[in-house]
Every structure is written in structure tokens, then in C-alpha cells.
């Protein structure tokens, strides 16, 4: 089984600034005699007033100079108000669904100074027609009201090849938000899978919201984003599963108490087992293993599985292996899978969740980067630096993903 720009165009660039008497200077402003000096106020909008063909996902792009506070107004032409938020960091308002094709909007700006003065600016633009072909196809790897294991990354999945100088642009636009709040990263294995974590894993009971808003977005190579995808998922009790291949054994824990020993049986030599943190993906109760087009005859067979549950793209799984019982807790004889008893497989199918982390040490092969949701495998620091955004402080929040806009 294989799985297989905040756009700011055209800057507005005379700010508006708080007006006074005339022949004042506008470097300072006085409240009352006393008081201390009031910086001038000043917004810049975009798009520029009259932009036509803009993407469906068009933020409204904000400046401001001297503003403690700033609000955004979106209407379209027959005056419907449109939702959204603005990001964290305050550089642009998100509309909380994608715009219309080939619709005009106004959007108003109104920044607030410290001193209770306000200044407004509007600005007005057209989107492009719906684009007739040039889709690029987008998977998110998570299903609303579903739990979630505390391993969970947030996966999600794109059609075609995303060049690395568009992949931060598409990175601003998938939003992942927290309850309770952990700081978390996006890391690209390639140009078509993206993946999202926190620093260590997700607190049982957390509810994550995320939303991949890339319907219509430019994506280079004159395609664009097929859809918005949201999902809102709980993570549930932490359950870690850990394999050593020096004693066979498998540990299974739940919120840090040891529930069961078990033997196992891993990966001979000629097809070892990786070691590294992996992901439950997947769990099938029945199913078959055919390897019958393996260009080595010796790794050819076809066999009815029970209790599966997959941790790699490359078919390691944990599973039922009666046929290999004698080995299990001595020596390895598995295909690269992880060989349990059959009471064993069934134990374990029925307490554990997609998302659950397994742990493998000590066998001859690393886990391949990407083989997998390997996010887990990766040090923080590491993972990091596989974003397209800047990350300048350890283990923060970045500056420019938010949560997802709520209207």
C-alpha cells in the first residue's frame, strides 16, 4: 500500500497618517501639555486598490505604524460581510473560506493608536476566473472527531512535486492550532509531503484544528490548490509501544505504566526490521500479504494476515505470526516485520489508535526519512530546519502560521 503566497500584490505605498492643524510636523504629536509625544499613525493596505485576477486565496495584506490595535472589514459587491482572522504576527487578514471566482471585494482597515485616533484605508479588487485545469491534488491525514494517538503529526499530502521556492508561500497557508497551546513546525520530506509537530509529543487530551487552505492557491507552474481541507481531532490517552531487538521483547505503556511484555520475532538479516520512532498508520483486523512481483524469488509469498497494523510505507507492520511463535522472544525470521502471538496481535489491535507511537531499537537498518510518518524520528532542532519558514527561537511558535480564521 503506497500513498500514494500570502499574496501581496501591488503595495499601496502612501500611508495614511493621523491629521492635524495645518503646518504641523508630522514627527510628533501632543495630547495635552504634559503629556508625552504620540507617534503618527499610518496603514498600508494590499492588494492595491483596482488589483484584478487575484487568487481566491487573497489575504488583505496589513502595515501599520503606531497602531495598537488594527480591524479588517470584508465585503463582497453585493455587500455580504466575508469572515476571517488576522494572523498572529498581524501582517494579514485570512478570510475564512476561499474568496469567489471572478467576485469584487472591498476591504476596509481601521488601525486604532494609543491615544483613542483612528485611521482607515480601503481598497478594492477582483479575483481571477476558476482555472480550467493545472489542479494540484492536496490529502490531509486526519478525519474530524476522530482520537488520535499522541504521535500524531499533522500529514498532509500533495498531488505534484512542490518546487522549494513556492513551498514557503504554501506553508503560510496550512494553519494548525492547539488546545491546550504547544508550539509546533512544519517539516518537508520532499515536495510532496509535508508534516506538522510539536516538540515532543502532543498532551493526551489535546484538540487539534487545522486547516489546509489551499483551494486556489498558487502553487508555481501556473497550477493551483484544489481545496480547503479542515479537520478538528482529540488526542487520547498516551500509549507508546517499544521494541527491543537485543531482548525481543515487546513494552507496552499507558500513561507511563507498563501494561505487558511480550516476545517478538523481527527481521532476519537479509530483510531487517528498521529501528527509529515510527507511527501506527493503519489497522486491518484481516488482510493478505502478497509479494509475489518481489524481483527476488526468495522473498516471494502470499499469506492471510490478521491484526496488522502498519508502520511504514515500505510494509513493516506489527502483526499476528502464529507460523513464527517458536522464534518469537529468540531469533529473528520476519520479512522486516514485527512478529507477535497471535493472543498477543489481538491484545494489542484492540488498545491501540492510528497515531500511537512504536519505538524500535538495536536492528541493522535506520528508518528512512519519509518512509512513513517519521516525523518522531527527527530531533527538534533537526526538524526545524526542514521548514520553508524561518524559525529564529527553539521550540516557538514560527511568526506567521495562526489559527485557523473562525467566522
Excluded at 518546487?163 to 494553519?175: I, L, N, S, T, W
Aim: hydrophobic letters at 40%; proline letters at 8%; glycine letters at 12%.
Amino acid at each position: 500500500m503506497r500513498w500514494g503566497r500570502v499574496l501581496l500584490v501591488g503595495v499601496l505605498t502612501v500611508p495614511l497618517l493621523l491629521g492635524g492643524c495645518a503646518g504641523e510636523q508630522p514627527t510628533a504629536r501632543w495630547r495635552h501639555p504634559g503629556a508625552g509625544p504620540v507617534s503618527p499613525l499610518a496603514v498600508t493596505v494590499t492588494p492595491a486598490t483596482g488589483a484584478k485576477n487575484l487568487p481566491v486565496s487573497t489575504e488583505i495584506g496589513v502595515r501599520t505604524v503606531g497602531a495598537t490595535g488594527t480591524a479588517v472589514s470584508l465585503t463582497d459587491e453585493r455587500g455580504a460581510r466575508v469572515a476571517g482572522a488576522l494572523r498572529q504576527d498581524s501582517t494579514a487578514w485570512v478570510p475564512d473560506r476561499p474568496l469567489r471566482y471572478r467576485a469584487a471585494y472591498t476591504a476596509v482597515v481601521t488601525a486604532t493608536g494609543s491615544g483613542g485616533t483612528t485611521a482607515t484605508r480601503t481598497t478594492t479588487f477582483t479575483t481571477m476566473a476558476e482555472p480550467r485545469g493545472g489542479r494540484v491534488g492536496t490529502g490531509l491525514y486526519l478525519f474530524d472527531n476522530i482520537t488520535y494517538g499522541v504521535a500524531m503529526p499533522v500529514v498532509v499530502e500533495l498531488g505534484t512535486e512542490i518546487a522549494p521556492q513556492h513551498r514557503a508561500a504554501v506553508e503560510r497557508r496550512m494553519f494548525v492550532t492547539t488546545q491546550p497551546p504547544q508550539p509546533g513546525a512544519w517539516h518537508w520530506f520532499g515536495g510532496r509531503q509535508v508534516m506538522y509537530r510539536a516538540p515532543a509529543f502532543w498532551r493526551a487530551g489535546t484538540r487539534l484544528t487545522v486547516r489546509i487552505a489551499l483551494e486556489g492557491h498558487p502553487m508555481g507552474g501556473g497550477r493551483f490548490g484544489d481545496l480547503d481541507r479542515r479537520a478538528s481531532v482529540v488526542i487520547g490517552d498516551k500509549l507508546i509501544v517499544k521494541v527491543d531487538n537485543a531482548t525481543k521483547r515487546m513494552t507496552v505503556h499507558r500513561n507511563d505504566e507498563l501494561l505487558r511484555t511480550m516476545p517478538v520475532s523481527l527481521g532476519k538479516p537479509s530483510t531487517p526490521s528498521s529501528s527509529g520512532t515510527m507511527v501506527i498508520m493503519d489497522k486491518l483486523a484481516k488482510t493478505v500479504f502478497d509479494t509475489m512481483q518481489d524481483p527476488d524469488p526468495r522473498n516471494r509469498y502470499r499469506i492471510d494476515i490478521e491484526y496488522a497494523q502498519r508502520l511504514t510505507w515500505g510494509g513493516e507492520f506489527i502483526h499476528a505470526a502464529p507460523w513464527s511463535a517458536a522464534d518469537q522472544g529468540r531469533r529473528n525470521v520476519s520479512h522486516g516485520c514485527v512478529n507477535v502471538s497471535m493472543s498477543d496481535a489481538q491484545w494489542l489491535f484492540r488498545l491501540t489508535k492510528i497515531g500511537d507511537p512504536v519505538v524500535v531499537r538495536g536492528t541493522e537498518r535506520r528508518l528512512d526519512p519519509g518512509n512513513g510518518w517519521t516525523a518522531w524520528d527527527l530531533p527538534w532542532d533537526v526538524f526545524i530546519k526542514g521548514s520553508a519558514l524561518p524559525h529564529p527561537e527553539l521550540g516557538r511558535h514560527p511568526a506567521t502560521p495562526t489559527p485557523p480564521p473562525s467566522g
